[in-house]
């Protein structure tokens, strides 16, 4: 199982460190955190103790409903579950019996320094614990955003994946990662695709070398991540063997348990590969507004037909 420290969270979100500087090697694993409510009333039979703990404006002035004693019990219910750690989004000057607890018991308790609302910050905690942790495998590859949308280059080392990638990055598209492309499965229908961190901005041509793209063509060139709608395996070319029907049954490829759209695009000399990559994910769009062509060409068949036979 995939986790990260509390250390971590206190870096990414400039976090200050109120007290247990010396337990932020704790770890996370889970993708979601928790606001104690029921939890605070005494009811703990669903009690997430594994996720990061936040404490907002209405947990506190709950608190603070209580009498001291009873305050005291409760928070001291909460702490004795060992969560990960504490987040408190405002009013921490009040909350003088969360440290003592916190302290006693080895937890965290962690400040956030920007002025946000609970919400907010949630939104952002939860979407970086999300792609942090998520499942995820390198696969050999190109991953590029061609005009918005996520595209995976696939095909034998030397077949021409970078090179199709350069032409690509020359016509205002950018690239994600080359050779090492790892996936992240977000959710059951969500695949990200990014690179491994040392081969970030690097595109690598045969003849030429090491590229960075970012000091070639500037920061339009580079994408940090993106999501994976098509899969398009780049293969050599064969005689007689390209599909040549209006509209072929839709092929997918599994990550992970996530169907990804597939093609394959066969290569040969004066073949223009990236333009079609470009028709290939120009069309998935269109596809996912409602839009077929080979259904609306039939269509007008169709309609022509069926006027010749009125006539």
């Not at 979100?13 to 007290?19: A, D, R, Y």
């Not at 034998?156 to 350069?166: C, F, L, P, R, Y």
């Not at 500037?218 to 899969?231: C, N, P, S, V, Y």
Request: charged share 30%.
């Amino acid at each position: 199982m995939k986790s990260i420290t509390v250390e971590q969270l206190v870096r990414k979100f400039s976090l200050k460190v109120l007290v247990g500087e010396d337990q932020l090697h704790n770890t996370i694993t889970q993708s979601r955190v928790h606001r104690p409510g029921l939890e605070f009333v005494g009811h703990f039979d669903f009690f997430p103790t594994e996720r990061v703990q936040i404490l907002g404006k209405k947990e506190i002035n709950y608190l603070f409903k209580l009498d001291k004693e009873e305050r005291k019990v409760r928070i001291g219910n909460i702490v004795k579950y060992h969560p990960p750690c504490f987040i408190v989004t405002a009013d921490e000057e009040r909350l003088e019996y969360l440290p003592k607890h916190c302290i006693k018991e080895g937890i965290p308790l962690l400040i956030t320094k920007r002025p946000e609302t609970t919400s907010e910050f949630i939104t952002k905690l939860d979407g970086y614990l999300v792609k942090e942790l998520a499942p995820e495998i390198a696969v050999h590859g190109v991953c590029l955003n061609v005009s918005g949308i996520g595209v995976l280059l696939r095909g034998n080392s030397g077949v021409g994946k970078s090179e199709t990638a350069h032409t690509l990055i020359g016509r205002g598209h950018r690239l994600v990662a080359d050779d090492i492309v790892v996936l992240k499965k977000l959710s059951p229908q969500t695949l990200l695709g990014t690179h491994d961190e040392k081969n970030k901005e690097f595109l690598a041509l045969r003849s030429v070398g090491l590229l960075n793209v970012v000091r070639l063509y500037g920061r339009k060139a580079f994408q940090d991540e993106t999501r994976i709608a098509l899969d398009i395996k780049l293969t050599k070319w064969q005689k007689d063997a390209l599909n040549n029907e209006l509209d072929h049954e839709p092929q997918f490829t599994e990550y992970m348990g996530v169907k990804v759209p597939s093609l394959e695009i066969q290569l040969y000399p004066g073949r223009d590969v990236a333009g079609l990559i470009e028709a290939a994910a120009n069309n998935w769009y269109l596809k996912q507004q409602g839009y077929n062509a080979a259904e609306e060409f039939l269509k007008r068949i169709e309609a022509d037909f069926s006027d010749s036979t009125s006539e």
